[in-house]
């Protein structure tokens, strides 16, 4: 069994802006591409935090697909909306400056829209929902990825895993935050699983025969080579509606290419004709809507406040004591992590952790391991 080891979210964030400037992130997008890593480890989110920055970020650099200085180019403006040209730069910097335009323009209109295109993974989209909601607003965004999920009645990873991401303000200490995957899961906490030796639950992942996989080693590898696919949520087929997922992830899809003319579908592998590696070339929707045009602010939060705890008073099923609504577990996770010292490392984290300290040279950080 692993032995987890807490190290505290302020050092394991400046050891991954570190690392991002080593690798030629200007010192303030690296503190912005941190900030937004470590957010999902502070939240409980493993699958999107300190995990894949080596994988997904670091590596991506190094392999020259993704660049670590980001031209952030307005390609088309209106009051309300803007089209962005991110050209494969980092994904946080781009998402944040996104969402910081939509914030703006909703501030003098009500509402604002940014569509991105040739933007790279950009971590938690929560992160950039929660922006809109610290500002007062309802945040919403999206982003296509490589493909991933296959369609109701398919077996060929077409669609990546879509995530349609909202967040709310509410009077309580936490906001509503949907922050999920339109696939019953996705390669990060499939990634997660591999990490710490766990296997997959049935119905997450099928090969070309329609089979259900668990193992998340021979998953990840089916995944790369188009073999596996991920179902979308609601699973396998039609009997448990699983085509709401497949349409919810098309959705997404569209919106993160069509009204900013970016790739999609297969034209997101990450591989060229060649199959080689090449950019990823990913499309993001950045929605900020300002309450206050419609209701007074203290008002709507109030509304959804007590939505919210409706739900959560309601009936309960048996063996089971209480309701959670989205943002709590994540509010919940802060305050334990908190708690217990900051982030948890297994193993595996550890390993990669001490490797890069030892490439970069960055022998100032001592870890609890």
Not at 1 to 24: A, N, R
Not at 92 to 110: E, F, N, P
Not at 128 to 149: D, L
């Amino acid at each position: 069994m692993q032995k987890t080891t807490y190290e505290s979210f302020d050092k394991i964030e400046s050891f991954m802006k570190d690392v991002f400037i080593k690798v030629g992130v200007p010192p303030e997008d690296a503190a912005i591409c941190a900030e937004v890593l470590i957010e999902s480890d502070k939240r409980g989110i493993d699958s999107h935090g300190v995990g894949r920055f080596k994988p997904i970020y670091i590596d991506r650099i190094k392999d020259g697909i993704q660049n670590p200085v980001t031209q952030f180019e307005v390609v088309r403006e209106g009051p309300a909306t803007a089209v962005v040209d991110g050209h494969d730069g980092m994904g946080q910097v781009i998402g944040k400056r996104s969402m910081r335009m939509a914030i703006d323009k909703a501030k003098l209109y009500g509402m604002g829209m940014v569509a991105v295109r040739n933007s790279t993974h950009y971590g938690i989209a929560g992160y950039y929902a929660s922006m809109a909601v610290k500002e007062g607003m309802i945040g919403i965004t999206g982003t296509n990825a490589r493909p991933s999920i296959a369609p109701t009645f398919g077996v060929e990873n077409m669609l990546g895993t879509n995530p349609l991401t909202v967040g709310i303000p509410s009077d309580e200490d936490f906001p509503f935050i949907l922050d999920c995957a339109t696939a019953i899961s996705q390669r990060g906490k499939i990634e997660h699983y591999q990490r710490i030796g766990k296997t997959m639950p049935p119905g997450w992942v099928i090969d070309q025969q329609g089979r259900s996989e668990t193992d998340p080693g021979k998953t990840l590898e089916g995944l790369t080579r188009g073999t596996f696919a991920l179902t979308p949520l609601g699973g396998i087929g039609e009997e448990t509606a699983g085509y709401k997922g497949y349409g919810y992830a098309t959705v997404v899809e569209i919106l993160s290419a069509a009204l900013q003319q970016g790739n999609f579908l297969k034209a997101l592998s990450g591989l060229d004709a060649d199959g080689k590696k090449a950019p990823y070339h990913l499309g993001h929707f950045f929605i900020a809507i300002d309450v206050g045009a419609f209701v007074e602010p203290e008002k709507f939060r109030k509304t959804t406040g007590d939505i919210l705890r409706e739900l959560r008073a309601s009936k309960k099923m048996p063996g089971h004591d209480r309701i959670y609504t989205a943002g709590e577990k994540e509010y919940l996770a802060w305050l334990e992590r908190r708690e217990k010292g900051g982030v948890p490392l297994n193993e595996s984290l550890k390993k990669t952790i001490t490797a890069l300290k030892d490439e970069y040279g960055l022998d100032a950080y001592t870890f609890n391991f």
